[in-house]
């Protein structure tokens, strides 16, 4: 069975980092299955990173480019994000899921397998 732990979360200030990272149980990660979303208070859920399985390029959502890194650890069977120069309309639930990355238009939920969800909150 498929399992997803999101993990890094909290309290940030502006201009702060952390990493997110999400450890998957159940399959590899060898074909680059897992991506990054978010859901902001009041808000859709958005696409924010993800990786192709067929080139390993990545895709950022416009917001988080250049402040944003997506990764992984083959060894570890965790994807990461790590994230840099936050803002506060960075808070939201971060969750990582299954799915399918198109470099153009970025994650497409796939299997439709999901992490808990880790709370990201940028404030002064």
């Known amino acids: 069975q498929v399992h997803l732990v999101e993990s890094g979360g909290g309290l940030v200030q502006p201009g702060g980092s952390l990493t997110l990272s999400c450890v998957a149980s159940?399959?590899?990660?060898?074909?680059?299955?897992i991506g990054w979303f978010r859901q902001a208070p009041g808000k859709e859920r958005e696409g924010v990173s993800c990786?192709?399985?067929?080139?390993?390029?990545?895709w950022y959502t416009d917001s988080v480019k250049g402040r944003f890194t997506i990764s992984r650890d083959h060894a570890k069977n965790t994807m990461y994000l790590q994230m840099n120069s936050l803002k506060p309309e960075d808070t939201a639930v971060y969750y990582c899921?299954?799915?399918?990355?198109?470099?153009?238009?970025?994650?497409?939920?796939?299997?439709?397998?999901w992490g808990q969800g880790t709370l990201v909150t940028v404030s002064s």
């Open positions: 899921a299954t799915v399918l990355c198109s470099v153009y238009g970025g994650p497409t939920p796939y299997l439709d397998v």
């Open positions: 159940g399959f590899t990660l060898d074909y680059n299955l």
């Open positions: 990786i192709s399985r067929h080139d390993d390029s990545t």
